[in-house]
Antibody
Framework: EVQLLESGGGLVQPGGSLRLSCAAS????????MSWVRQAPGKGLEWVSG??????EYADAVKGRFTISRDNSKNTVYLQMTSLRAEDTAIYYC???????????????WGQGTLVTVSS | DIQMTQSPSSLSASVGDRVTITCRAS??????LNWYQQKPGQAPNLLIY???TLQHGVPSRFSGSGSGTDFSLSISSLQPEDFATYYC?????????FGQGTRLVIK
């Protein structure tokens, strides 16, 4: 069974940093692209970033502030978030691509999310 | 950037009804279009990918169609568990984007 377990969320002040982790199990982690998707309270979905074997992609809203990375030996994908703003407040979901290979960003497996709150 | 616009934003229907949700892209996305269902307090669930391919395990009452800029998600006979929010998503690009969502509520 595929499982994605996010952690690292919490309350942070504006301008602060936070690192989210997503521990994966139940599949060959290094064969799949992974994404982070966020959802502000009461709002819709926003794709944040994705990482395949070789490449990373970012939404314009987070480019230069967030960094996605992965450790295939730990079956874990990370999202390092810096210069956080109030508008970054959201549930952050980790998600897996539907098929192996480069990121097509068809997201068929999702974690339950971790809440990030940016507030003073 | 390509914008994804769903309509309607909210839809009221009854169990057994057939409903259709549309998604329009500001430029052609070919068939790189997915549909997700999200229930309150849960993560999204992939229903349709590549515009019309039903994800494994999704009931056959769900169907997707379209290409280029105009897409639709149809549910042939609404079941109680189908009342949720639905999102379209442009995929397979460096600028992934979601529609704003369509909330399907019980009439």
């Amino acid at each position: 069974e595929v499982q994605l377990l996010e952690s690292g969320g919490g309350l942070v002040q504006p301008g602060g940093s936070l690192r989210l982790s997503c521990a994966a199990s139940g599949f060959t982690f290094n064969s799949y692209a992974m994404s982070w998707v966020r959802q502000a309270p009461g709002k819709g979905l926003e794709w944040v970033s994705g990482i395949s074997g070789r490449e990373t992609e970012y939404a314009d809203a987070v480019k230069g502030r967030f960094t996605i990375s992965r450790d295939n030996s730990k079956n874990t994908v990370y999202l390092q978030m810096t210069s956080l703003r109030a508008e970054d407040t959201a549930i952050y979901y980790c998600a897996r691509d539907l098929t192996r290979g480069d990121g097509g960003w068809d997201l068929d497996q999702w974690g339950q999310g971790t809440l990030v709150t940016v507030s003073s | 950037d390509i914008q994804m616009t769903q309509s309607p934003s909210s839809l009221s229907a009854s169990v057994g009804d057939r409903v259709t949700i549309t998604c329009r892209a500001s430029q052609s996305v070919r068939t790189y279009l997915n549909w997700y269902q999200q229930k309150p307090g849960q993560a999204p669930n992939l229903l349709i990918y590549d515009a019309s391919t039903l994800q494994h395990g999704v009931p056959s009452r769900f169907s997707g169609s379209g290409s280029g800029t105009d897409f639709s998600l149809s549910i042939s006979s609404l079941q109680p568990e189908d009342f949720a929010t639905y999102y379209c998503q442009r995929s397979s690009s460096t600028a992934v984007s979601f529609g704003q969502g369509t909330r399907l509520v019980i009439k």
